[in-house]
């Protein structure tokens, strides 16, 4: 069972920056994509990036494309996302999610879908 802890929330004005951590807790975890989602008050759960298992493919979201990279350290058990130039838009949960499937595979549309290990996220406010 792949357990996620996230870290790296809290308060940013607009135009700053933050560094999200995760940290999965399974011995095999260079065989997992692994992705961040968000959530915003009042909307529903939403994709923000994606990087596969062995960390050459990587997969943004429109709103965050140019802005936001998603990065791991398969030694350390870690997946990261850099988000840059922030937005008021932005301020939301942000959930840390590992792929059901071992070495997924698939279009990143298919992949998205199978997210469904989760951490209990870390909040982040953007002030504008």
């Known amino acids: 069972q792949v357990q996620l802890v996230e870290s790296g929330g809290g308060l940013v004005q607009a135009g700053g920056s933050l560094r999200l951590s995760c940290v999965a807790s399974v011995p095999t975890f260079n065989n997992y994509n692994m992705a961040w989602f968000r959530q915003a008050p009042g909307k529903e759960r939403e994709f923000v990036a994606a990087?596969?298992?062995?960390?050459?493919?990587?997969y943004y979201a429109g709103p965050v494309k140019g802005r936001f990279t998603i990065s791991r350290d398969n030694a350390k058990n870690a997946v990261y996302l850099q988000m840059d130039s922030l937005k008021p838009e932005d301020t939301a949960v942000y959930y840390c999610?590992?792929?059901?499937?071992?070495?997924?595979?698939?279009?990143?549309?298919?992949?998205?879908?199978?997210?469904?290990?989760w951490g209990r996220g870390t909040l982040v406010t953007v002030s504008s």
């Open positions: 999610a590992a792929d059901s499937r071992p070495k997924g595979d698939g279009t990143w549309i298919e992949t998205i879908r199978r997210f469904e290990v």
């Open positions: 990087i596969n298992y062995v960390a050459v493919g990587t």
